[in-house]
């Protein structure tokens, strides 16, 4: 599958955030959606899976699907701006990516710097499909 690539102001926008909302499908068919901490290394997301047992990381266990949601708000609605992607969540325990994924987080956390140790398992998103309002490009 051929990589996704962000337009500049999506890439400098997603940098920029601090949260996002990861969206799962529970095994009812419910969606699921919980605020997150993430990196991103300008291509692919990451976020920690201390936990595996958490429902966010069971759903995508089980259905393998899952988008993300990231934006800004204004009392101004001009100035909205945002991105859904959808993506597929892999976990990595090892190797060089998850050491690469702990440092990304770390360095934009500094709560991760002792709560993440070096074995922790993380989640890689990798974009899919973007979705993107008040930063040029619409949908690709």
Known sequence: ???????KKEKSF??????MRFNSLTPGGR????????AFDGVNL????????????????KDGTASV?????????????????????????????????LSLLRGKYAQYRKMLGDTTPVVKMEPERVVSWGLGRKTR
């Open 69 to 101: 949601e990231i934006d800004s708000y204004s009392d101004n609605w001009s100035l909205l701006k945002g991105v859904l992607i959808y993506v597929k969540p892999t976990f990595v325990d090892a190797g060089p990516e998850q050491k690469k994924a």
């Open 14 to 19: 997603v940098e920029s955030q601090r949260v």
């Open 46 to 61: 990451y976020a920690h899976a201390r936990n595996k047992k958490t429902k966010r990381w069971r759903n995508i266990m």
């Open 31 to 38: 969606i699921h959606s919980v605020p997150i901490c993430y």
């Open 1 to 7: 599958m051929k990589k996704l690539v962000f337009s």
